[in-house]
Every structure is written in C-alpha cells, then in structure tokens.
C-alpha cells in the first residue's frame, strides 16, 4: 500500500506518483496486487468539427468585409485595425480560451499574447501611434496574466508537473517588458519595473511556500 501525503489517501499500486496529483507516494508496493481502473466518462461536450469550421468561417467573413469597407472609404486611417483586432481576439477566445483541452495557464499565456500583439498593431498603425500599448498594455497586461497565473497555482489543487511550466511562464512574462525597455523599444521604465518586481516577488513566494511539491517536480523531470 502507498500513501499520497497531498490528496490523503491510501491506494494499492505499484507507481511511483499519485494519479490523482503525480506526487511521490509513500510506501512499498506489491507486486502480486492487480491494478485496476474503473472506466470513467467524460463530462465534457465533444465539439464537432463543423462548429470549428463556422466559427473560423465567420470570422474571416467579419475581418474581409471590415478590411473591404476600410478599403472603399480609404482616407488614411486605418480603423478597420479597431474592429479586426476585437474580431480576432474574439475568435483566439473561443477556439483556444473555450473549445481548447490545453491546461489554463497556457491559455491565459496564449490570450494574453495575442491581446499585446493586436494592441500594439492597433497603436502602431491607427492616429498618432504615441506608444501607449508598449509602454502602459504590455506591461501591466503581462502583469495581469502573472497574478491569474499564480492566484491559480495559490487556490486551484493542480498536478504538480504543471508548476514549473507556470513559474518558467511567470518569469519569462516578467523579464519582456524589461528587455523592451533596455533595447529603446519602450520608453517608460516604471510599467516595466512594476511588472518585474510583482512577479520576481510572486515566484519566492511560490517557491518557498511550495518547496516539497516544486523538488518533487525537478527530481521527476531530470531523474535525480
């Protein structure tokens, strides 16, 4: 019998992590006992592959249409930018924020991207383009994803594999509005330390309230 300190519980097997958690059990298994798993049914709704289709469709009928008034009305300005960038994000909500099975950081991380990128395109290309989204969205956007991010890790009782994905996602968000600053591509410097800081505070703080799980984590991925 093995013991899972995280999910307290006692289950007959013979592998090394809890497949509740993916923690170290504890205790001695026996080789004579069967393992065997009752068939579960998937509570989720299997989403059909011509629902993809028609939203995907829409979409591109939404943005060609925008761009093709934009075009026909032409007088310098670019405001299609406006309403494509809302019908993109759009889209990037469903397909990958709704319909997608990745885990939640990802898809926070992925929106998160896509929201900076639109922003910026928008600011780039539509009026004065004074910088607004570089040195105010990207940052704080960033900032925004970091705090879900680890306010997830903080509540949620997740598979401890998944922590050093979120951490290597939290540090890498942190270090970009930094190096946007250093190589003159924004040009306010306290957005960019705010971010920094916040999340720098957030990974020790993480890492020293979950040691047990985040060893646990680094022994599996590189067989200490």
């Not at 300005?77 to 997608?100: D, E, H, K, M, Q």
């Not at 940052?139 to 705090?147: G, K, M, S």
């Not at 009782?157 to 951490?167: G, H, P």
Request: aromatic content about 16%; proline content about 5%.
């Amino acid at each position: 019998m093995k013991h899972c300190d995280q999910c307290q519980i006692t289950i007959e097997t013979n592998h090394l992590y809890c497949p509740l958690c993916h923690q170290v059990l504890k205790g001695e298994g026996d080789p004579s006992v069967p393992e065997v798993y009752p068939e579960t049914i998937s509570m989720t709704r299997e989403v059909l592959p011509l629902t993809k289709k028609i939203i995907l469709f829409s979409t591109m009928v939404a943005i060609l249409t925008l761009a093709g008034i934009n075009w026909a009305t032409f007088d310098g300005n670019y405001w299609s930018l406006i309403p494509i960038g809302a019908t993109l994000y759009f889209w990037a909500i469903v397909r990958y924020g709704v319909l997608s099975r990745q885990n939640i950081a990802f898809k926070l991380a992925f929106l998160t991207t896509i929201l900076v990128i639109i922003l910026n395109l928008i600011d780039m290309n539509v009026g004065d383009h004074i910088g607004w989204a570089l040195d105010y969205v990207t940052p704080f956007a960033l900032l925004a994803c970091n705090l879900a991010i680890s306010m997830i890790m903080w509540i949620k009782r997740m598979n401890y594999r998944d922590y050093l994905f979120y951490l290597f996602t939290i540090l890498i968000f942190s270090l970009v509005p930094l190096f946007l600053y250093f190589f003159h591509v924004s040009s306010i410097l306290w957005p960019a330390l705010t971010a920094f800081a916040t999340a720098l505070f957030m990974i020790l703080f993480l890492v020293i309230f979950f040691p047990k799980p985040m060893r646990d984590e680094i022994k599996k991925r590189f067989h200490l």
